[in-house]
């Protein structure tokens, strides 16, 4: 029997490839986790996601504590079972009467995992609706879409660096996951999904934290025969396939933004010599 979701919700996931909403925490809770990104704004003159990108929770306390909040993962459960990882966080956010947008496209084609199963929560800080360019979904496209026509269309205003742009869509069906502060919504990471521009008076920020169950492997990232890094948690890791990060206890951690600085660089000098997202990972 699931935990949170309903049977039905955990039916919908597997066969549509996501589900919404789900509350992890309060608006009070959701307002002050948005002033600790607020604040780590102020202090170092930027944009969270200007710096907050692949493992975004290393740094921080709170953002450790959240992703083990108990309301994400027991829903996280119910659709990938006790055991669970979480591989990386990042921030996505537009500030109002912004132009910025995330073109279609599916995480599975720059994830490089195997099997392509990772299960992303979107958590919203601030209200994600269609106004201020919430995430939408095409209903079942995680299933037998896998050879989609794909480009690289850079483009100043896409949140994603590349411009990873599925072509020739019928966007007739998108579905809108709309979501109040301190909601959730969960997707497969071959889902088809996008985001417009933010047209609201307020900013639009959210964190997505991408979970797999210890059976999934890294098949591209890895380097020099060295393990990749995730969290345990939730349950036990009996495949050994990754290493295990240990919790942030400090509130906030410099060297560890350091080396999220170093992830970044060597990201896009790979990213620019095609070593990671040669192709997508199929199966």
Wanted: charged share 25%.
């Amino acid at each position: 029997m699931p935990k949170t979701l309903t049977e039905a919700q955990v039916r919908k996931y597997h066969r549509d490839g996501y589900v919404f909403p789900m509350r992890a925490l309060t608006e009070a809770e959701a307002a002050e986790a948005l002033r600790h990104v607020e604040d780590f704004e102020r202090d170092q003159g930027l944009e969270a996601q200007a710096k907050l990108v692949f493992k975004a929770h290393l740094p921080f306390r709170w953002l450790s504590d959240l992703i083990r909040h108990p309301g994400i993962l027991d829903a996280v459960e119910d659709v990938l079972g006790p055991n669970i990882l979480c591989w990386g966080t990042s921030f996505f956010q537009k500030n109002a009467h912004d132009s910025r947008f995330v073109s279609w496209h599916q995480d599975s084609y720059y994830y490089g995992l195997d099997p392509s199963d990772t299960l992303t929560a979107w958590v919203a800080l601030t209200p994600s609706n269609l106004e201020s360019g919430c995430v939408r979904v095409l209903p079942g496209t995680q299933n037998g879409h896998r050879y989609v026509d794909f480009a690289n269309e850079p483009d100043e205003n896409n949140l994603l660096p590349r411009g990873q742009t599925i072509k020739g869509l019928d966007l007739s069906g998108a579905v809108p996951m709309v979501l109040r502060p301190g909601e959730f919504s969960m997707h497969h990471e071959a889902l088809i999904h996008g985001s417009d521009p933010n047209r609201s008076d307020h900013r639009r920020v959210g964190i997505s934290i991408h979970y797999i169950a210890p059976h999934v492997k890294r098949v591209k990232y890895n380097k020099d025969g060295v393990r990749p890094r995730a969290a345990l948690v939730r349950g036990v890791d009996d495949h050994g396939h990754w290493e295990h990060e240990p919790r942030t206890a400090a509130e906030f951690d410099p060297a560890a933004l350091a080396s999220l600085d170093a992830m970044r660089a060597e990201f896009f000098s790979r990213n620019n010599e095609g070593a990671f997202f040669d192709k997508p990972v199929q199966h």
